[in-house]
């Protein structure tokens, strides 16, 4: 293939959301080959999460080329002959985005022997829906896993049902770096870093918001920082419908609190203590060796996503992190999660580099052979697909949206305008809506 000729790898990335454009693109650069020239090709998803320049701006990635498309527009971007097709293609998408694909995929490379490595994934730490999830995955050449305890499991699972378990590679988060936390600063800074879905009502977040507040009144000579994930009107992976924007409104705010957006990798360099429910911030803190506390203030429940962190020694309330609170982490359980604070990291990609060298040397590709078919799954894969306008056999429906043109200006806005509409609904309706059913 070209890439073994001139080391110069063509990467695509497909994404749905900004965290999972920053996994993808992030993971192309990790995982290619040794001595590789990379030309990254972006392509966003079209749908409610699509994100926004600003968004795309604040993940740091760069692409050479970057353009928004539905489903039908990729695939059909996917059809380009041998000699100047992709060599490696990343689906960073929810699971069944990557189902969906790799059917299409299937159709649109049918009795080819030449054809781009197909890599998946997951943006952070997986504490619900493993099944669910990792057999959408399923069929791709890589299923990365990032961390030793997520590869046992990804494996379990698919040898559990039968299904080749052969591509799960162990790998770590690619977006792990930054400099080790050396000592506090001045002043001492304590960042809580919130998250779009969780807690799901309004008294919970309320709640959580009031303690962060009251922490700073606390400790007059600490900074409090509310690391914000996106704007008012903007989606991430996950729906915002109350954002802490929002409800922080009317509140008397200490002068040692406030509100900031960016990179979280900036914010973590002047971070004495991270404060989160279950965000992967919190690996990113840990991989730094930065003091990291997963908050109980709610419960330790599955429904939070906290459960994934027992045993990690960072359990911990507001109430005890006013008392002067330090967590001290569990080097053995951060070890398997794929933190790699040891220093190890940068080795963490190579078995997947040394797979995809392999695979890019090798000649003939095999076909793609999903899990789900029409026979193993006949009344659950026909609606995962057709939510991306795909048949049962991966083929375009009747009336998809067309992929021989860009879309026109009208276009443009009608889709624009109900992207707002939905955003809308979300964050302004639904709530409404819900609270005239508590009544």
């Not at 509310?226 to 009317?250: A, C, D, F, N």
């Not at 001290?328 to 951060?334: L, N």
Request: glycine share 10%; net charge neutral.
């Amino acid at each position: 293939m070209p890439a073994s000729a001139t080391q110069t790898l063509r990467v695509a990335v497909l994404a749905d959301s900004d965290t999972r454009w920053k996994w993808g693109s992030l993971t192309a650069n990790r995982i290619a080959p040794p001595n590789s020239d990379i030309s990254l090709d972006g392509y966003l998803l079209r749908g409610r999460a699509t994100p926004t320049a600003r968004q795309l701006k604040e993940v740091g990635v760069t692409a050479d080329s970057l353009r928004e498309v539905t489903a039908v527009e990729f695939l059909r971007a996917m059809e380009r002959g041998p000699e100047d097709q992709y060599d490696i293609l990343v689906l960073s998408l929810v699971g069944g985005g990557v189902q969906a694909m790799l059917h299409g995929l299937a159709r649109v490379w049918h009795g080819r022997t030449e054809r781009p490595v197909v890599v998946t994934g997951y943006v952070g730490v997986v504490y619900e829906k493993l099944a669910d999830g990792l057999l959408l995955r399923h069929g791709a050449d890589l299923v990365l896993a990032n961390s030793r305890q997520d590869a046992d499991r990804f494996r379990e699972v698919y040898d559990g049902v039968g299904a080749d378990s052969s591509a799960v590679t162990e790998v770590a988060l690619p977006f792990l770096g930054g400099d080790t936390y050396t000592g506090e600063h001045d002043p001492y800074t304590v960042v809580f870093a919130v998250q779009p879905s969780v807690p799901d009502n309004r008294r919970d977040r309320d709640y959580l918001l009031n303690r962060a507040i009251q922490h700073a009144r606390f400790h007059p000579d600490r900074e409090v920082l509310l690391k914000l994930r996106s704007k008012p009107g903007e989606h991430t992976t996950h729906i915002e419908e109350l954002p802490y924007q929002k409800l922080v409104q009317g509140k008397d705010l200490p002068a040692n609190f406030s509100l900031v957006y960016g990179h979280m990798g900036e914010v973590l360099d002047r971070t004495d203590l991270l404060v989160t429910i279950s965000s992967t911030a919190a690996l990113e803190s840990l991989h730094r060796r930065i003091p990291t506390v997963v908050l109980t203030d709610l419960g330790i429940r599955e429904g939070l996503g906290n459960h994934h962190f027992v045993g990690s020694g960072c359990l911990a309330s507001w109430e005890q992190l006013d008392a002067g609170h330090k967590p001290v982490p569990d080097a053995e359980w951060v070890a398997r999660q794929g933190v790699l604070a040891d220093g190890s990291y940068e080795t963490a990609f190579d078995a997947a580099r040394e797979r995809i060298a392999k695979l890019l040397a090798g000649g003939d590709m095999p076909a793609l052979k999903p899990y789900y078919t029409p026979e193993t799954a006949p009344g659950y894969l026909p609606g995962i697909l057709a939510r991306h306008h795909l048949g049962p056999d991966g083929t375009p429906l009747p009336g998809a949206p067309a992929a021989d043109k860009e879309p026109g200006p009208v276009r443009q806005i009608v889709r624009r305008a109900a992207r707002g509409a939905y955003r809308h609904g979300v964050q302004r309706v639904a709530p409404v809506i819900r609270r005239m059913g508590e009544l």
